[in-house]
């Protein structure tokens, strides 16, 4: 059985990261300088940090796929897959 939890200081780490995400500036300096940004919402690490733009979007690929599942065609976790390499990525239809 898969479960997936979230701590406390995970969930608080997203917060300071969903802030950061929606002001332009604090946006611009993570992407300028992530290791500093990340270390300041307590993330240690030298992670690449891709910014999604209207005309580009980033897939993530999971580092670790989970083998057994993929063999047996477990539906499931192709869309727990998919959520995870799409995040929150989407498009709102633009009238012409």
């Known amino acids: 059985m898969h479960a997936d939890t979230t701590s406390r200081t995970e969930l ?4 300071k990261l969903g802030a950061i995400i ?3 500036t604090a946006r611009e300096r993570l992407v300028a300088n992530p290791a500093e940004v990340l270390a300041e919402v307590g993330i240690n690490s030298d ?6 733009t209207a005309d580009l979007v980033h ?3 999971p580092a670790e796929i989970d ?11 192709f ?3 998919g959520k995870a ?12």
């Open 79 to 81: 869309e727990e897959l």
């Open 59 to 61: 897939l993530i690929i």
């Open 12 to 15: 608080e780490i997203g917060a």
């Open 67 to 77: 083998a057994a599942r993929v063999a047996a065609g477990d539906e499931r976790y």
């Open 47 to 52: 992670a690449a940090i891709f910014a999604d």
């Open 22 to 24: 929606q002001n332009a």
């Open 85 to 96: 390499a799409l995040g929150n990525c989407f498009y709102e239809d633009v009238p012409e």
